[in-house]
């Protein structure tokens, strides 16, 4: 159980394009979900906080219109990159807010832009 | 603001060894502690997490850690290590405003290789 999916699992885009990204929770409902971006041999960074039917909240310094945030159902939440430029290349990876007052992750996403 | 200090990146035992990883954090309020492990290829999994009560905690694989408030640490400890331990660990921390439904503050990982 508890079950985190992303898709896509890698994508390579050229520069100034929007890439979009899935985050399900498959077998359970998830209220709130999160965001988070690693880079190469460093940790996990939280970006931002999903709540279903309502406005990501954010973290300091992460730009709310590059990355936009919609959390439509309650096990379904998107991540767009938008305009993306190289500097956004890194892995993108989700979480939900499952039972036992855990987060499941999901496998990551790997963004690519040329 | 939070942080989350694991003081050792990268570890390098044989199998049947005993594993201690560091982790400090600092947070100004009550706080829920994690371990996860993430195998090469895999995602992040939980080990163990402390919210309350007992602070020794026991988690899967025979990993368990100890909550020390006065020290501000959540060191990880496995008696015996295998081959297969071989991952990535981070500790993690969230503020206990909603029963853990914060974001988690991550340390920077302790890259664990165990030589057979």
């Known amino acids: 159980g508890a079950v985190v999916s992303q898709h896509p699992s890698w994508v390579i885009c050229k520069s100034g394009t929007s890439v979009k990204i899935e985050c399900r929770s498959l077998d359970f409902q998830a209220t709130t979900m999160f965001w988070y971006r690693q880079f190469p041999k460093q940790s996990l960074m939280l970006m931002a906080t999903?709540?279903?039917?309502?406005?990501?909240?954010?973290e300091q310094g992460v730009e709310k219109d590059k990355f936009l945030i919609n959390h439509a159902s309650l096990t379904l939440s998107t991540l767009t990159v938008t305009s993306a430029h190289p500097e956004d290349s890194s892995f993108y990876i989700c979480?939900?807010?499952?039972?036992?007052?855990?987060?499941?992750f999901g496998p990551g996403t790997r963004l690519t832009v040329l | 603001a939070q942080s989350v200090s694991q003081h050792n990146h990268h570890v390098i035992l044989s199998e049947a060894a005993s594993l201690e990883l560091g982790c400090n954090y600092s947070?100004?309020?009550?706080?829920?502690l994690f371990w996860y492990v993430q195998y090469p290829g895999q995602h992040l999994q939980l080990l163990l997490k402390?919210?309350?009560?007992?602070?020794l905690v026991k988690g899967i694989k025979g990993f368990e850690a100890e909550f020390i408030k006065s020290k501000f640490s959540f060191n990880l400890r496995k008696p015996s290590v295998q081959w297969s331990d071989t991952a990535e660990y981070f500790c993690a921390v969230n503020g206990d405003s909603g029963g853990g439904a914060d974001g988690l503050t991550f340390g920077k990982g302790t890259h664990l290789i165990i030589q057979p």
């Open positions: 402390y919210f309350s009560g007992d602070p």
């Open positions: 979480s939900a807010w499952g039972a036992g007052l855990t987060q499941y």
């Open positions: 947070y100004g309020g009550t706080v829920n």
């Open positions: 999903s709540n279903e039917g309502s406005k990501a909240t954010y």
